[in-house]
Each structure stands twice: as C-alpha cells, then as structure tokens.
Nanobody, 114 residues
C-alpha cells in the first residue's frame, strides 16, 4: 500500500502562486509515475501534469507555461509549482501515484479569488 498526503493548498489572488506538495509513504519502492489531477465543482477530474521515475514530464495544454511538476525521490515527494493562477484554476487538487495499484491522496483545496 502507498499513502499520499497533499499539502500547500489555500486561497490566493489571481496572478499569484502556490506550491503543492505530495508526500508518499508505505510501499514507496513500488511507485512509478506520479501526477497531479484536479476537480472543480460539477466537473470531471482532469490530469494536470505527470512525471515518471526518470523525471520525464508531461502537461495538459491548459497549464503549460504556468505550472511545473517536479519530484524529489530522496524525499518521496512530488511538487506542483503553480504560477499566474486564474479563477478557473479553483478546484480540489489530487496527487496520484502508480505502483502495484493506483493510489490517490485526499486532495487539497485551491481557491483563486480576489
């Protein structure tokens, strides 16, 4: 089993920045790719960015140039640096990891509002 705990969410003004963290514990040696998803009220959960063990990344078009995913394997942590935040980025942000199974964190709320 793998446990994922997100942190770093909160309220930020449009144009501001936040950095989300996701710490993994448990059977961490089984973890391959990790990713960030988000889900806004009334919408489906959507992929934001993904990173594999080698550090190769991929992004959805709607965050390219604004968000950056990174990973510290020594700390078993994946990060999401979010810049130039917009009100439409308001959502619950979830961490995901692929191992023996697929694992999800509990989510952290990000609200972008003036």
């Amino acid at each position: 089993q793998v446990q994922l705990v997100e942190s770093g969410g909160g309220l930020v003004q449009p144009g501001g920045s936040l950095r989300l963290s996701c710490a993994a514990s448990g059977n961490i040696f089984s973890i391959g790719a990790m990713a960030w998803y988000r889900q806004a009220p009334g919408k489906q959960r959507e992929l934001i960015a993904i990173i594999d063990n080698a550090g190769t990344t991929g992004y959805s078009d709607f965050v390219k140039g604004r968000f950056t995913i990174s990973r510290d394997n020594a700390k078993n942590t994946v990060y999401l640096q979010m810049n130039s935040l917009k009100p439409e980025d308001t959502a619950v942000y979830y961490c995901w990891a692929n191992g023996v199974s697929n694992y999800w964190g509990q989510g952290t709320q990000v609200t972008v509002s003036s």
